[in-house]
């Protein structure tokens, strides 16, 4: 749904319907920091940036509200990956786990390189 900066965001809601006027953000709905949302923080959230940029079934996105200076609060995002059960220190490119068990990705050199050096051949 488009937020109302005009960035579309998989997280936004809003409920218009006779007359109702609920607007909420659905990655803080579980959130303590809930209750500080407002539609104005949408213009300065990375979260929009960052689906658009990776769309990882694996990686879960969790923000919070943080104070900036005395009134400025933005949205700070942390990433996790489901796959390696480590957080994801790039959002916006991801861990590239999930690469290693794409179809042709050793074909492609995108597999991880093995641990230890495959032994020579015995003659
Ligand atoms: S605060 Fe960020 S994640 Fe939440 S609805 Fe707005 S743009 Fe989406």
Redesign the pocket.
Known sequence: MR?P?G?E????FTDYYRGREWEE????ARSPDRAK?T?K??AT????AIRRANRCPTMILK?RIRRRWLFLRR?EVEAYCTLSGQPVAEPMVGCGRCHEHRMGAKGLGLAQAPESPPEPPSR
Do not use: E, Q
Not at 9 to 12: A, E, G, I, K, P
Not at 25 to 28: F, K, N, S, Y
């Open positions: 937020t900066s960035v965001c998989d997280f936004y953000c659905r990655l803080l949302w539609p923080l949408c959230c990375p979260v929009p923000a949205v």
